[in-house]
Antibody
Framework: EVQLVQSGAEVKKPGESLKISCEGSGYNFTNYWIGWVRQMPGKGLEWMGIIYSGDSETRYRPSVQGQVTMSVDKFMRTAYLEWSRLRASDTAIYYC????????????WGQGTPVTVSS | EIVMTQSPATLSVSPGERATLSCRASQSVGSDLAWYQQKPGQAPRLLIY???TRAPGIPPRFSGSGSGTEFTFTISGLQSDDFAIYYCQQYYTWPPIHSPYTFGQGTKVAIK
């Protein structure tokens, strides 16, 4: 059974750093891209970028380039999303999702990691 | 960036009826379009990709059609479990460097 399991909810202060995780199981982890999708409170879905689990190749949405870093540890079967300096506007639920082979739709999703940034 | 516009924002439908949702792209995306269902407190669930292909395990009452800039998603015979928010997503440009993948703003299907 394919599963993506994300790390738990986080409460941080502006300026702090954060790294959240997404562990994949039940499939050949290194053969797939992992996408990250943001959902701000009460809002819709926003695609942030993707990372290839086999070689860590990344593609970022221009507006988040430089604001976050995507990485992967293929031996731990885990993808990461990291901030060096959080802002209040980073408050959102962050989902990881597996990109369908041959199509850039997302067939399996993590449960989401809520991140709250508040002073 | 390709802008996806969904209509209506809210659709009120009685159980057993048909719901028809629209998604329009600001430029052609070919058939590179997916539909997702999201319920409160849950992650999105892939229903349709390649504009009209049902994802594994998705019942046939869910269907998608269209290409280019105009797409339609239909739920035939709405069941109580179908009341949710539905999003379209385009994934036309590969690699998505200068033109990121984008979602519509969502259509809420509510009980009438």
């Amino acid at each position: 059974e394919v599963q993506l399991v994300q790390s738990g909810a986080e409460v941080k202060k502006p300026g702090e750093s954060l790294k959240i995780s997404c562990e994949g199981s039940g499939y050949n982890f290194t053969n797939y891209w992992i996408g990250w999708v943001r959902q701000m409170p009460g809002k819709g879905l926003e695609w942030m970028g993707i990372i290839y689990s086999g070689d860590s190749e990344t593609r970022y949405r221009p507006s988040v380039q430089g604001q976050v870093t995507m990485s992967v540890d293929k031996f731990m079967r885990t993808a990461y999303l990291e901030w060096s300096r959080l802002r209040a506007s980073d408050t959102a639920i962050y989902y990881c999702a597996r990109q369908l082979e041959g199509y850039s739709a997302y067939d399996f999703w993590g449960q989401g990691t809520p991140v709250t940034v508040s002073s | 960036e390709i802008v996806m516009t969904q209509s209506p924002a809210t659709l009120s439908v009685s159980p057993g009826e048909r719901a028809t949702l629209s998604c329009r792209a600001s430029q052609s995306v070919g058939s590179d379009l997916a539909w997702y269902q999201q319920k409160p407190g849950q992650a999105p669930r892939l229903l349709i990709y390649d504009a009209s292909t049902r994802a594994p395990g998705i019942p046939p009452r869910f269907s998608g059609s269209g290409s280019g800039t105009e797409f339609t998603f239909t739920i035939s015979g709405l069941q109580s479990d179908d009341f949710a928010i539905y999003y379209c997503q385009q994934y036309y440009t590969w690699p998505p460097i200068h033109s990121p993948y984008t979602f519509g703003q969502g259509t809420k299907v509510a009980i009438k």
